[in-house]
């Protein structure tokens, strides 16, 4: 049996089980995801105490024969990101999105960047100015993937296929994947549910068998033939996955339903906005405000912080901000 703590980014972590066939499940994460190769060096920057290192440092990685990298540091610092990468000749490379975000901030044309051939990111969705950026002054694409504690990489974009900044990808092979309302109903092209994942027919290799001593949260999420990810997307007519946010992040206002991400992106094409967090806030006419958005989904409260809540796998703590929200007085801007 293995045990991973969730980061918490909606609540408490929870404990996830894993078997022991589940590095077997990572070989789609390094060799089919990440691209590694036998005679290739491959970094993935996470602490590791994180169930990202296994995504990224051990696993996979092993199984697929590559060289890893480890690069230990006290503070993150983008210049000598850099300075690994180039001196010691990586060829793939892995890191959340906070990482390019500050990567682009650099000039990159400074570091010999020749045998890096391979770029994925996985933890929070890419917004799509920091994917155009990287690709213009590196000349190489990100390649996108989502998963969990409670699986393996479930969507990605793989090497054959064309990225479209902003998604996610398709699903891994072996998983089937389906969008879904509230009662388990699978949706058209375009609407918006929750990502499920059939098992009637089986678990794919790398999921989890439940919530460790917790029997009624595993059955909140293993219903019927489908685990539920508590994830929102929609499904384009190429069978792309866009994602929407976390089921518990939506924002519910004046008869809308707005995830944060797609927002998030808009104050990120400003050059002055490193991060940002979307959250609601209880309004009585509207139900929800939301701080920070664009269009119907413009603005209304807009607070500056020194830095945002995360988890200690740099998650932004959505859930903190609304309850340090709950019961202020706000003025809400018309």
């Known amino acids: 049996m293995l045990l991973y703590f969730t980061s918490g980014t909606t609540g408490m972590p929870k404990m996830v089980q894993h078997d022991f066939a589940y590095p077997l499940g990572h070989i ?82 400074a570091y010999d960047l020749s045998a ?103 059955a909140s999420v293993l219903r019927g033939s489908l685990y539920y990810t508590g994830d929102l997307a929609w499904q384009d007519e190429e069978g792309y996955l866009w994602f929407v946010g976390r089921a518990d992040d939506l924002i519910k206002t004046s008869g809308y339903r707005v995830g944060p991400f797609e927002v998030e992106s808009a104050l990120l094409e400003h050059p002055a906005v490193m991060e940002c967090a979307i959250t609601g806030v209880p309004d009585e006419q509207r139900g929800h405000v939301i701080k920070a958005t664009v269009a119907y989904k413009y603005p209304r409260i807009i607070e500056f912080v020194p830095e945002l809540p995360k988890t200690i796998s740099g998650k932004i703590r959505r859930v903190q901000i609304r309850e340090e929200d709950t019961g202020k007085v706000v003025e809400v801007t018309e």
């Not at 390094?30 to 005679?39: G, K, L, P």
């Not at 010691?88 to 906070?98: E, G, K, L, N, Q």
């Not at 479930?154 to 092979?173: D, H, I, L, Y």
């Not at 092209?189 to 027919?201: F, N, S, T």
């Open 116 to 218: 890096l051939r391979y770029c994925v990111v996985a933890g929070e969705p890419l917004n799509p100015e920091v994917y155009h950026a990287f690709l213009k002054a590196t000349g190489l694409k990100i390649y996108e993937g989502f998963g969990q504690t409670e699986t393996v990489i479930q969507v990605g974009t793989w090497p054959w296929m064309e990225p479209k900044p902003g998604s996610m990808g398709r699903p891994s092979p072996g998983y089937d994947i389906v969008i879904v309302d509230d009662d388990g109903i699978p949706l058209e092209v375009g609407e918006e549910g929750q990502i499920a994942i059939r098992v009637d027919r089986g678990k794919p290799r790398g999921m989890f068998n439940g919530y460790y001593r917790d029997p009624a949260l595993t």
């Open 28 to 109: 789609l994460t390094a060799r089919f995801w990440q691209n590694v190769t036998e005679d290739g060096l491959h970094l993935t920057l996470s602490d590791t105490g994180w169930a990202k290192a296994a995504w990224g440092k051990i696993y996979g990685q092993w199984l697929s024969g590559t060289a890893i990298m480890v690069y230990d540091f006290e503070r993150f610092n983008p210049k000598d990101i850099m300075m690994v990468i180039s001196k010691y000749r990586v060829t793939t490379f892995c890191a959340p999105p906070t990482v390019y975000r500050f990567l682009i901030k650099e000039d990159l044309s």
